[in-house]
T-cell receptor, first 116, second 109 residues
Framework: TAGITQAPTSQILAAGRSMTLRCTQD?????MYWYRQDLGLGLRLIHY???????GKGEVPDGYSVSRANTDDFPLTLASAVPSQTSVYFC???????????????FGAGSRLTVL | GQNIDQPTEMTATEGAIVQINCTYQ??????LFWYQQHAGEAPTFLSY??LDGLEEKGRFSSFLSRSKGYSYLLLKELQMKDSASYLC??????????WGAGTKLIIKP
């Protein structure tokens, strides 16, 4: 089934450790995004990439980094995890990155991260 | 600042109609999205409005008034499977999505 694959599904991580959340899409979408979702808050954009080779900062980028070496993969790295990064992380992609408002997102199933 | 407001939770009866409201304040406007998210799952796209008026798609309809910064999602003939959170998101002048916290809809038999 075409779509977005995220791994791991869930993870418990000790504070101070590093972690990479993986995201792969097979729809050949240009744009990819990482969001975090916390109870009582809307989805918040961490980082995005409009096309392979480019990345940008979203609303809450501190403590996170991304890379976009090719069209399909968009990993999110936490260099030194802190408890406030406990959240559900969603990777998403879209066929257009701007210039059109019809920017429908396809989401992955999410990665639940707990930092202790 | 940019802001999206929608009710935290709503309850409705199976077979009935429910309207979920959303108000938005954004820097510029390039459309309003509604997504559905079942518990523990990913959000999925429901509707997109960029012009004023009503867009109908089966049992679901979405309305937009740009002058009022207001949208609603109308769900008809409610089914138990419609129990989910409904996320409102406005697209600003930079084509970034500003998300509401979501409305949890509980359907009772």
């Amino acid at each position: 089934t075409a779509g977005i694959t995220q791994a791991p599904t869930s993870q418990i991580l000790a504070a101070g450790r590093s972690m990479t959340l993986r995201c792969t899409q097979d729809m050949r979408h240009n744009a990819m995004y990482w969001y975090r979702q916390d109870l009582g808050l809307g989805l918040r954009l961490i980082h995005y990439s409009n096309t392979a080779g480019t990345t940008g900062k979203g609303e809450v980028p501190d403590g996170y980094s991304v890379s976009r070496a090719n069209t399909d993969d968009f990993p999110l790295t936490l260099a030194s995890a802190v408890p406030s990064q406990t959240s559900v992380y969603f990777c998403a992609s879209s066929d257009s990155s701007g210039g059109s408002g019809a920017n429908v997102l396809t989401f992955g199933a999410g990665s639940r991260l707990t930092v202790l | 600042g940019q802001n999206i407001d929608q009710p935290t939770e709503m309850t409705a009866t199976e077979g009935a109609i429910v309207q979920i409201n959303c108000t938005y304040q954004t820097s510029g406007f390039n459309g309003l999205f509604w997504y559905q998210q079942h518990a523990g799952e990913a959000p999925t796209f429901l509707s997109y409005n960029v012009l004023d008026g009503l867009e109908e798609k089966g049992r679901f309809s979405s309305f937009l008034s740009r002058s009022k910064g207001y949208s609603y999602l109308l769900l008809k003939e409610l089914q138990m499977k419609d129990s989910a959170s409904y996320l409102c998101a406005a697209c600003d002048s930079n084509y970034q999505l500003i998300w509401g916290a979501g409305t949890k809809l509980i359907i009772k038999p």
